[in-house]
Antibody, heavy 123, light 110 residues
């Protein structure tokens, strides 16, 4: 079965950096666009970033542009989110999710989700 | 504030039908298909409806989606206690090159 496992969350001070990882299994990782979605405590879902199936295109919500970078390593079946200049408002559970396949896959529904990893940005 | 507007809550008794709306602009809902996600308390979201009306394998046919113009809707017929959850609509926004989630609707089973 498909499994996505996020890791790398924790408590970090404002201004510091952190990298989240999402390891995929049970799915042909290189066929799928991938996404990061976050959920602040008690709030709704916020899409953060997406990367195309082949890594050639990246998409970001405005609030993270220039600070967060999505990437993927297909031979490791792993998705990453490099987070720099962290702010308290980045505090959230971060989920990775699969998008669709092919060139327009980043626009599709998210069929599979990880369980999430909690990031707390606080001094 | 999300570009996709949902009512904050909806409720019904077991067996009733509940409908949730998702309103957006023509540049959002009007251009791409809408997906719906269910999030049970303390769990990750799961895809409930994709491409406006399609159900993934394993989703009961009590859940149905529809779309008309710049609005989409999710209906739950034969409401059950385990349907108590948060529901989010979502779609791609070409103008922002962003995926956008709705504000979310909490369904309460009375």
């Amino acid at each position: 079965q498909v499994r996505l496992v996020e890791s790398g969350g924790g408590v970090v001070q404002p201004g510091r950096s952190l990298r989240l990882s999402c390891e995929a299994s049970g799915v042909t990782f290189s066929n799928y666009a991938m996404h990061w979605v976050r959920q602040a405590p008690g709030k709704g879902l916020e899409w953060v970033a997406a990367i195309s199936y082949d890594g050639s295109n990246e998409y970001y919500v405005d609030s993270v542009k220039g600070r967060l970078t999505i990437s993927r390593h297909s031979s490791k079946n792993t998705l990453y989110l490099q987070m720099n200049s962290l702010r308290p408002e980045d505090t959230a559970v971060y989920f990775c999710a699969t998008g669709g396949t092919g060139s327009g896959g980043h626009r599709g529904g998210f069929a599979y989700w990880g369980q999430g990893t909690l990031l707390t940005v606080s001094s | 504030q999300s570009a996709l507007i949902q009512p904050p809550s909806a409720s019904g008794t077991p067996g009733q039908r509940v409908s949730i709306s998702c309103s957006g602009s023509s540049s959002i809902i009007g251009r791409h298909t809408t997906n719906w996600y269910q999030q049970l308390p303390g769990t990750a979201p799961r895809l409930l409806i994709y491409s406006n009306i399609q159900r993934p394998l394993g989703v009961p046919d009590r859940f149905s989606g529809s779309k008309s113009g710049t609005s989409a809707s999710l209906a739950i017929s034969g409401l059950q206690s385990e349907d108590e959850a948060d529901y989010f609509c979502a779609t791609w926004d070409d103008s922002l090159n962003n995926y956008v989630f709705g504000s979310g609707t909490r369904v309460i089973v009375l």
